[in-house]
């Protein structure tokens, strides 16, 4: 059963500290995207990425976010330095996109990363 | 600037009764519009989609209702039931957007037995 994995679930932290969040896309997908869900402004694009390459990343606080793709099979979300304002779940979904037509638009969201910054 | 706004932000319901969400978007360049559903503590997964060269899609108890000359575009649940209790968010996007998807703020369904 092809899923999205994210680590941590959960993750409770001091502001100031520095935060990373993982993802795994499911295997064979091309395309990543983060999100931010809040209840004020529901869920937000922050960036994502079509073979690795970062395609957009305009919704990221570019200060203290940084978003990267190390290999096919990974990407990461950091925020340094953390404040309680990111406090939010964070979403990572993948996607098939091949030769500029997608097989299908379906985005596979994972389980969340739910962030408190204290 | 919100590209896709959705209403109501909460929707009670009757079992069997008929939930209806509606979305409307302001880009024309959108040619792809999902609706996605939420359970609390799970991430959204696609529920059904539509694309502008048809009025309608059903999918079992889920229809989209889509109005290309109005940009708007809405979900019916027929027969609802307590199990469909759920957030629903509609979306936008496709080739124009680079096939990033734009979503609406949701809306909570709850279905009353």
């Known amino acids: 059963d092809a899923r999205v994995t994210q680590t941590p679930r959960h993750k409770v932290t001091e502001m100031g500290q520095e935060v990373t969040m993982r993802c795994q896309p499911i295997?064979?997908?091309?395309?990543v995207f983060w999100y931010r869900q809040t209840m004020m402004q529901g869920l937000e694009l922050l960036a994502y990425?079509?073979?690795?390459?970062?395609?957009?990343d305009s919704g990221m606080p570019k200060d203290r976010f940084s978003a990267e793709m190390p290999d096919a099979t990974l990407a990461t979300l950091k925020i340094q330095p953390s404040e309680p304002r990111d406090s939010a779940v964070y979403f990572c979904?993948?996607?098939?996109?091949?030769?500029?037509?997608?097989?299908?638009?379906?985005?596979?969201f994972g389980p969340g990363t739910r962030l408190t910054v204290l | 600037q919100q590209q896709v706004k959705q209403s109501p932000q909460s929707l009670i319901v009757q079992k069997g009764g008929i939930s209806i969400i509606n979305c409307a978007y302001e880009?024309?360049?959108?040619?792809?519009f999902p609706w996605y559903q939420q359970f609390p503590g799970k991430g959204p997964a696609l529920l059904i989609a539509i694309r502008p060269d048809v009025s309608e899609k059903k999918e079992g108890r889920f229809t989209i209702s889509f109005n290309k000359s109005a940009k708007q575009f809405s979900l019916h649940i027929m027969d609802s039931q307590p199990g469909d209790s759920a957030t629903y968010f509609c979306?936008?996007?496709?080739?124009?957007?680079?096939?990033?998807?734009?979503f609406g703020k949701g809306t909570l369904l709850t279905v009353n037995p």
């Open positions: 979306a936008a996007g496709g080739r124009g957007s680079n096939y990033k998807l734009t």
């Open positions: 979904a993948s996607g098939l996109v091949v030769d500029g037509t997608p097989s299908t638009e379906t985005q596979y």
């Open positions: 880009n024309t360049a959108f040619d792809y």
């Open positions: 295997l064979g997908h091309n395309t």
């Open positions: 990425f079509r073979n690795r390459a970062p395609l957009d």
